[in-house]
Structure formats: C-alpha cells, structure tokens
C-alpha cells in the first residue's frame, strides 16, 4: 500500500486523537491518513498497547513526524509556559514553524495556538469534514 500525503494537513494533539478514538471515528482518520500529521511527542503519549490509535500509528508510522529545523527551539518556548503539555507544546510549536492547522480540544492550548496566529479546529470539524 502506497501512503500518499494530501494537499492539506493538519496537526494533531493528545486530546484530539483520544477523543476520535473514544468517539470510535477511527476509521474516518484512517480514511483521511494522509491528511494527518502527528508530533512525535504526541505520539508517545497516545500510542497505548493494544489500542485502535496504536494500531493506527504502527500501521501509519509515516503520520509521525519528528522536530525539523527550529521547531524544537520554539517547542522549549512554548512549553515554559504554565499549562501545556509537551503533546499540546510539541503540536503548537510545529503548527506554528510550518505554518499548518492545528486540530486540538485543549481550551488553554486553543487559545495559545491561536495567539500565535495558528488556525485551530476541533476532532469533530475534522471527523464531519468540516476542513
């Protein structure tokens, strides 16, 4: 099987990719795999034994990305500030390098996404194809 990126990708955090998962919409982010670009601190905290996101991740192991660039600076930056996580800092600083859209539930990183100029949506704008 040949993994072929979209046009348009979208970062993922912790909190999205559990709720698609709770939510049983794994198979609309399998569909959309190309689509999906997950950090690869994100990954660590998700990828749980014998779940339907690491099945996903082992299967899909291209989505992972690692820090590219200054993308691991920014990442230090984010981080130092008082409520996020390395998931959610991990996602923003990424997001914010690369300039993509960032699907997270997390309201206090939401909020700093966007304060960066990042452009957010939430797992259910993703899994109803609203991006």
């Known amino acids: ?3 072929q990126k979209s046009l348009f990708q979208y970062l993922f955090d912790s909190s999205s990719l559990i709720n698609i998962e709770r939510h049983k919409k794994m198979t609309i982010l399998r569909r959309r795999k190309g689509e999906v670009l997950i950090p690869e601190k994100v990954a660590v905290e998700v ?3 014998n779940t339907p996101l690491h ?16 993308e691991e600076e920014e990442y230090l930056r984010v981080r130092s500030q008082v409520g996020i ?14 300039r993509l859209s960032l699907v997270i539930d997390d ?12 452009q957010t949506f939430t797992w259910q704008d993703f899994v109803q194809g609203n991006i």
């Open 1 to 3: 099987m040949t993994f």
């Open 47 to 49: 990828n749980q034994p």
């Open 55 to 70: 099945r996903f991740i082992s299967k899909f192991h291209q989505v992972v990305t690692k820090f590219q660039n200054n």
């Open 85 to 98: 996580d390395d998931g959610e800092a991990a996602a923003i600083a990424i997001a914010i390098k690369r």
């Open 107 to 118: 309201k206090k990183g939401k909020e700093k996404a966007e304060n960066h100029g990042v």
